[in-house]
């Protein structure tokens, strides 16, 4: 199964909101505040994970093209192999890379 991040983003960030409309009156703003840190350093803590991912999907990329010109698709078989190096690259590929949607999210929310 493929992981997007904009499918671990999103619910994350829905429960997140669910979390701060879940504060009662009496709460105050301290406990809003306190709500709103945890979301921050999670948030955080997703980006510089998916940072690490994309990096991660750049490396394999290289590591399959080098596999590829010493001879990795040569042997019994090649045809396998040139399947595997392809589904590799395309699981990289959008690892590595936000979505067009996101992209597009992005500029539109600007102010």
């Not at 979301?39 to 510089?48: D, H, K, N, S």
């Not at 994309?54 to 192999?81: C, H, M, V, W, Y």
Request: no cysteine; aromatic share 2%; proline share 4%.
């Amino acid at each position: 199964m493929q992981i997007r991040p904009r499918d671990t983003v999103v619910p994350i960030l829905a429960l997140g909101f669910l979390a701060l409309g879940a504060v009662s009156q009496g709460d105050g703003d301290s406990a809003l505040a306190l709500r709103v840190q945890v979301l921050e350093a999670r948030v955080q803590e997703m980006r510089g994970t998916m940072d690490a991912q994309q990096k991660a999907a750049s490396a394999l990329l290289s590591s399959l093209d080098a596999a590829q010109e010493a001879g990795f698709t040569a042997g019994i078989n090649p045809k396998s192999r040139e399947i595997l190096l392809q589904a590799w690259r395309a699981q990289a590929k959008a690892v590595g890379s936000p979505t067009k949607k996101k992209e597009e999210g992005k500029k539109g929310s600007r102010r």
